[in-house]
Every structure is written in structure tokens, then in C-alpha cells.
């Protein structure tokens, strides 16, 4: 049974953090380390994580890190990563949701059926929606609109959709490897859209369709705005982003120049082509390519027209 671990980074989460730390106690998959970093927290934080060690009496084994505070997201994430000791496979844990209980033992069953290919691996699933008081809100938009079976997907599909949360990955040892070369060579924002899109250009993502946690959404949650509930003001939101931010796809744009500085070698020969288009320079032959493109980047037709448009237009 190969060993999990869980990255769990806390900051003021006092108020939901006890539901989380009870859901990865109870994961049906037995062999988990969980490694919890806190990020300057001054509420009762630190408290609950101290409590939840001392009465911990199951075969789930509870660290606290030490080191430098106020890291902030992502660097807390990867940083304590890094700090982990070596594992078969890692998760990444946001304070504020709740785990279903078998959600480990899922994606553990579904990578292990890809283990002896050795090469970077990526699981991440549907989710549901909830309000702070927990009462249900909706399915992922992602899981309820597929039209195409979820073997097929492609990295087409990661580099600007997809809606994988970070929430809900987990990963094997040659991502963590890849997240320590970008780390060590001054990549300090790189997590969940590098991830996502590292593991589809140089090997395998499975996509669960079944939901594996309750992701609860707060006033202090960080992607009320970029993913709110309501599709006009999520359309609103993604007008003003695409159209108005000159910078917002950017970071995509970052990561794929990152992959061919330091992982070429490693991408398969079916996505060079796809990755090239998007590679600096940009140029008016690259647009139409990308433009007409086979194939959608995004599952919401208005998402797809949208994005198409941007790329007519050069913004990325």
C-alpha cells in the first residue's frame, strides 16, 4: 500500500478546520501522512491542530511543520511539499472544505492502474458545491457538462479549462519532482494551473467523475470571484478578466514557456505541436492555427467562442 501524503496549510481557519482534520481522519485509505503547515495564524488555529495530534488514536500519522511563516499561497503549498518526506503519492488539502471519506482510497485505485509506466500522473475529481453552513449549493459545471468520456480528454482541454480544483488532486512523486525543479529555479506561483498542464503535455490525467469532497464557499474564500455560483456573473466575471485584463492569460503563457525551458525533453511527441502554438512569439500564422484548430479548449460552447476570439485578436 503506498504511502499518501497529505499537505494541509491553515491561516486563521479556526472556524471550519476541525470538520476538515475529522474527514482526513477518516479516510478509508489507511496508509496517509498528514503534514500540516501554519501560515502565521492568530485565531485558535494552532490550538485545534495541537488538540486534534494529542487525541489522534488512528493509524494516520499528524505533523506540524516548523520553518518561515507568512509564505502565503501558493508558496506555503509547495514549500511544505518539499518539506514532506518522500511519498507514492501527494494531496493537496484547503482548511475550509470536507473530505469524502473515500476520496484517498478512489484516487489511489485509479493511478495505481498507471504506476509501472513511471511517468507524471494526476488524478482529480468532480465536487459539490457548499454554502458556509454546509447546505448544498451544486454539482461541478464540469461534471455535469462533459460531452466527451473522460479517457478522452486532452491536454487541449487542461490548458485553459477543465475546472480541476487543486482541492481535489492527487498527484505521484515525478510531479512533486517537477514542482521542486520549477521551486529551485525561482518558479515560486507555480501549483495548480502548472500542475494540471505539466501532467497532461508529459503524461496521464484522470479525471473522477464522481464528487470526492465538499468544497465550501465562504465570504473568505479565494475563488468566489473567479468561479462564483452564478453563470451571468460568472460570464460577467470571465468578460472582465479576458477582455479587460491584458495580463490575465498570461500565467498560461509562463508555464508553457517553463516547460519547454526545463521539461522539453519530457513532453510527448503528440503535444509539442499544441504547446508550440501558444510558445513565444506570437504570430499571425500561429493565431489561425489556433484559431482553427481540431478539437475544443473549453466544454461550454460560449467559453469556447470566447476564447477562440482571443485568440484571433493575439491575446494569447
Request: with cysteine.
Given at each position: 500500500?503506498?504511502?499518501?501524503?497529505i499537505?494541509l496549510?491553515t491561516?486563521?481557519?479556526?472556524?471550519f478546520?476541525?470538520?476538515?482534520l475529522?474527514?482526513?481522519?477518516?479516510?478509508?485509505?489507511?496508509?496517509?501522512?498528514?503534514?500540516?503547515?501554519?501560515?502565521?495564524?492568530?485565531?485558535?488555529?494552532?490550538?485545534?491542530?495541537?488538540?486534534?495530534?494529542?487525541k489522534?488514536?488512528?493509524?494516520?500519522?499528524?505533523?506540524?511543520?516548523?520553518?518561515?511563516?507568512?509564505?502565503?499561497?501558493?508558496?506555503?503549498?509547495?514549500?511544505?511539499?518539499?518539506?514532506?518526506?518522500?511519498?507514492?503519492?501527494?494531496?493537496f488539502?484547503?482548511?475550509?472544505?470536507?473530505?469524502?471519506?473515500?476520496?484517498?482510497?478512489r484516487a489511489?485505485?485509479?493511478?495505481?492502474?498507471?504506476?509501472?509506466?513511471?511517468?507524471?500522473?494526476?488524478?482529480?475529481s468532480?465536487?459539490?458545491?457548499?454554502?458556509?453552513?454546509?447546505?448544498f449549493?451544486?454539482?461541478?459545471?464540469?461534471?455535469?457538462s462533459?460531452s466527451?468520456?473522460?479517457?478522452?480528454?486532452?491536454?487541449?482541454?487542461?490548458?485553459f479549462g477543465?475546472?480541476?480544483?487543486?482541492m481535489?488532486?492527487?498527484?505521484?512523486?515525478?510531479?512533486r519532482?517537477?514542482?521542486?525543479?520549477?521551486?529551485?529555479?525561482?518558479?515560486?506561483?507555480?501549483?495548480?494551473?502548472?500542475?494540471?498542464?505539466?501532467?497532461?503535455?508529459?503524461?496521464?490525467?484522470i479525471?473522477?467523475?464522481v464528487?470526492?469532497?465538499?468544497?465550501?464557499?465562504h465570504?473568505?474564500?479565494?475563488?468566489?470571484?473567479t468561479?462564483p455560483?452564478?453563470?451571468?456573473?460568472?460570464?460577467?466575471?470571465?468578460?472582465?478578466?479576458?477582455f479587460?485584463?491584458?495580463?490575465?492569460?498570461?500565467?498560461?503563457?509562463?508555464?508553457?514557456?517553463?516547460?519547454?525551458?526545463?521539461?522539453?525533453?519530457?513532453?510527448?511527441?503528440?503535444?509539442i505541436?499544441?504547446?508550440?502554438l501558444?510558445h513565444?512569439?506570437?504570430?499571425?500564422q500561429?493565431?489561425?492555427?489556433?484559431v482553427?484548430?481540431?478539437?475544443r479548449?473549453?466544454?461550454?460552447?460560449?467559453?469556447?467562442?470566447?476564447?477562440?476570439?482571443?485568440?484571433?485578436?493575439?491575446?494569447?
Amino acid at each position: 500500500m503506498k504511502k499518501v501524503n497529505i499537505i494541509l496549510c491553515t491561516y486563521n481557519g479556526g472556524r471550519f478546520l476541525k470538520e476538515q482534520l475529522e474527514s482526513l481522519l477518516a479516510q478509508t485509505y489507511g496508509n496517509i501522512d498528514i503534514y500540516i503547515k501554519d501560515d502565521g495564524s492568530t485565531d485558535n488555529t494552532i490550538d485545534i491542530i495541537s488538540k486534534t495530534i494529542e487525541k489522534n488514536k488512528t493509524d494516520k500519522k499528524i505533523f506540524l511543520l516548523s520553518g518561515k511563516r507568512n509564505l502565503k499561497y501558493p508558496e506555503c503549498f509547495i514549500s511544505s511539499l518539499i518539506q514532506s518526506k518522500a511519498a507514492g503519492y501527494y494531496a493537496f488539502c484547503d482548511q475550509d472544505d470536507i473530505w469524502n471519506c473515500n476520496k484517498i482510497e478512489r484516487a489511489v485505485n485509479k493511478l495505481n492502474r498507471y504506476a509501472k509506466k513511471d511517468i507524471p500522473l494526476l488524478y482529480y475529481s468532480a465536487v459539490d458545491y457548499y454554502n458556509e453552513n454546509m447546505d448544498f449549493i451544486r454539482h461541478s459545471r464540469f461534471a455535469s457538462s462533459l460531452s466527451v468520456k473522460p479517457e478522452k480528454l486532452r491536454l487541449q482541454q487542461f490548458l485553459f479549462g477543465g475546472e480541476p480544483l487543486g482541492m481535489t488532486f492527487v498527484f505521484n512523486h515525478k510531479v512533486r519532482e517537477a514542482l521542486e525543479k520549477t521551486h529551485a529555479n525561482g518558479y515560486r506561483d507555480f501549483k495548480d494551473g502548472f500542475i494540471k498542464i505539466y501532467t497532461a503535455s508529459t503524461g496521464k490525467i484522470i479525471y473522477d467523475p464522481v464528487p470526492s469532497a465538499k468544497y465550501r464557499r465562504h465570504a473568505g474564500a479565494t475563488t468566489n470571484s473567479t468561479n462564483p455560483d452564478s453563470k451571468i456573473i460568472r460570464y460577467i466575471a470571465m468578460f472582465k478578466e479576458l477582455f479587460l485584463n491584458k495580463d490575465a492569460l498570461n500565467p498560461v503563457s509562463d508555464i508553457i514557456d517553463v516547460l519547454f525551458e526545463l521539461f522539453e525533453i519530457e513532453i510527448l511527441k503528440e503535444n509539442i505541436g499544441i504547446l508550440q502554438l501558444f510558445h513565444k512569439p506570437d504570430t499571425v500564422q500561429k493565431r489561425f492555427k489556433k484559431v482553427t484548430c481540431h478539437g475544443r479548449y473549453r466544454n461550454i460552447l460560449l467559453d469556447e467562442i470566447a476564447y477562440r476570439f482571443l485568440f484571433l485578436i493575439g491575446r494569447i
